[in-house]
């Protein structure tokens, strides 16, 4: 929502499908053993305190106590009722672990997400043979099946904006604050992004909130001065520069900054109605290509599209602007209705796809 300037969870796990153990890599998807022994599961995503059964198959009934369980990482997800067939596996936290089961010289293996991935131990990183950083590792939490546009790395950088937090909600409903879902969903976009390969993208520090360090870095007079026409693009860098919270914006071909919306009368309920999606840039912006395909695509898979509204008012906007860079704050849907917020959590992956590709899509073309 965009007050203020840019003052703007139900977390749901993201469906991921791993390769398996280094030994079955021939074979993704499946978690069986040359004996035929499989697993009910290949895969799992739980919520942090939820629980769910997983047995093993096709082994005989006389044999079920010579089966064992182990979970690489007992913090993320734990198991119990072995050894025997079957187990119960309990989601503890955020994380990803893979939890298995071996009968003589088999090992079937299933990969469970908890939460939305957070946490991946070395034990973890190592059965599922995955190696990089915690941020390459994030590429892997995907739903495979979402389209992705894949192109050749174009060398273009892309910064996603989480709106408000740092003692700003947001906007405030009984579906939950603007805050944690501007940063569930700027996540999801950025693993999207990486995924495509062709760019690099970066993830605003979600500490933060990036009007507000606007608001106090920039003086009052050096602010309301700034028309977005870049006359007074190097007063704007030398004092964003004396703020270490503040990235430097001119190294990015795009930035989207993710808000909730809110309207005066809320329908928190459902009553068939959509408000929808939209994004606002400001009036001096010329070219809108990237967030009207955003909000385009969207809308043609079923949601509600308001369109691109122009704005002068808008703190973050304007300040790129200023210094050239291609910015948008992107409305994902109204926090203050059922309609809106039961289409985004049972869409949101979809969404976030559909948003990188139509920044890839722009900036490789």
């Not at 919520?47 to 009934?61: I, T, Y």
């Not at 993320?76 to 187990?87: F, N």
């Not at 976009?189 to 605003?204: H, N, P, T």
């Not at 969207?298 to 200023?322: D, M, P, V, Y």
């Given at each position: ?5 840019n ?28 004996s ?29 106590a ?18 025997g067939?079957?187990i ?12 298995y ?21 070395s ?26 546009i ?30 944690n ?6 996540k ?23 009007y ?9 007079g050096?602010?309301s ?8 693009k ?8 004396q703020n270490s919270h ?8 795009y ?15 459902r009553?068939?109605r959509f ?13 809108t290509q ?42 994902t ?21 559909l ?11």
């Amino acid at each position: 929502m965009k007050t203020g300037g840019n003052r703007k969870r139900s977390m749901e796990a993201i469906l991921l499908l791993f390769l398996p153990m280094l030994l079955f890599l021939l074979f993704p998807g499946k978690a069986e053993a040359s004996s035929g022994i499989s697993l009910t599961r290949t895969s799992l995503v739980l919520r942090e305190g939820r629980s769910a059964k997983l047995g093993l198959e096709n082994v005989e009934k006389k044999k079920w106590a010579e089966i064992r369980w182990k979970s690489s990482d007992r913090k993320v997800a734990s198991i119990s009722g072995g050894p025997g067939r079957t187990i119960t596996v309990t989601g503890l936290r955020s994380g990803i672990a893979a939890v298995y089961a071996s009968f003589g010289a088999e090992t079937c293996l299933c990969t469970v997400q908890v939460g939305d991935g957070e946490r991946v131990s070395s034990s973890t990183r190592e059965i599922l043979g995955i190696t990089g950083t915690e941020d390459d590792f994030a590429a892997y939490r995907i739903d495979e099946s979402v389209p992705s546009i894949r192109a050749l790395q174009t060398g273009k950088r892309v910064l996603i904006v989480c709106g408000h937090g740092q003692g700003d909600p947001g906007a405030v409903s009984s579906w939950g604050q603007e805050q944690n879902y501007t940063r569930e969903f700027g996540k999801l976009i950025l693993w999207a992004l990486r995924r495509s390969g062709a760019v690099k993208a970066d993830l605003y520090n979600r500490k933060y909130n990036l009007y507000e360090q606007m608001r106090s870095t920039l003086s009052s007079g050096l602010r309301s001065s700034v028309r977005g026409n870049g006359k007074l693009k190097g007063r704007v860098l030398s004092a964003l520069r004396q703020n270490s919270h503040i990235p430097d914006l001119t190294r990015y071909s795009y930035i989207l900054e993710i808000h909730f919306n809110a309207k005066a009368v809320k329908t928190i309920h459902r009553d068939g109605r959509f408000y929808g999606i939209g994004a606002y840039v400001n009036s001096a912006k010329g070219n809108t290509q990237v967030e009207s395909r955003i909000v385009r695509t969207i809308g043609s898979h079923g949601f509600k599209q308001w369109g691109i509204f122009r704005s002068s008012g808008l703190l973050n906007a304007r300040i790129c602007q200023e210094l050239g860079v291609n910015y948008a704050l992107l409305e994902t849907a109204f926090l203050d209705d059922g309609d809106d917020m039961t289409y985004y959590n049972a869409n949101k992956i979809l969404m976030a796809q559909l948003t990188a590709n139509a920044i890839v899509d722009y900036l490789a073309g």
